[in-house]
């Protein structure tokens, strides 16, 4: 177990609900061929991340085994710093996470989730959810946010199912 660097940027806590209710949320898909229980561990292993979402920089959980709801990880992507907790953690099913604290002053709240859903004979469809609230004075930026957080997700996506099926 790795600890957590203490970030300066306090945001508020959300739970799941928060992914239909937030002022700007991105979405991507895309199927992989392999089964719910071959995508799992390169979701659940957040060390994994930076082998497929680009920009990822470093990740590590920062709590103690067993990983479950409540455990807490560090992701560095790009020059963006994050200290999140686990609000999901069905295994083969679904992942999903809020961010605590960064190290910059651009959100108020956030919110992601992966869901995977079995398609066909051994494929996965893999929905990737990202719910933001921006710090005031870049509301007005939601639409043009949406639109990146949705490019990221597509690529990050895309390096999940090459590194799936590699």
Request: hydrophobic share 45%; charged share 25%.
């Amino acid at each position: 177990m790795t600890t957590a660097p203490a970030l300066k940027h306090r945001l508020r806590d959300e739970d799941l609900g928060f992914l239909e209710r937030a002022p700007v949320v991105a979405q991507r898909e895309i199927v992989i061929a392999a089964p719910p229980a071959d995508v799992w561990p390169a979701i659940a292993d957040v060390t994994a991340w930076v082998e497929w979402f680009k920009g990822t920089r470093a990740a590590h959980y920062t709590s103690a085994e067993p990983i479950g709801v409540g455990s807490t990880r560090f992701l560095k992507v790009f020059t963006l710093q994050v200290n999140e907790v686990l609000l999901a953690y069905e295994a083969d099913h679904r992942y999903a996470y809020g961010v605590r604290e960064a190290n910059l002053p651009v959100f108020r709240a956030i919110v992601e989730e992966l869901t995977l859903t079995p398609e066909g004979e051994g494929s996965t469809r893999v929905r990737f959810r990202q719910a933001v609230e921006l710090a005031p004075a870049l509301k007005l930026l939601g639409p043009v946010v949406r639109r990146q957080f949705e490019a990221a997700l597509g690529r990050g996506l895309r390096g999940l199912a090459a590194h799936i099926e590699a």
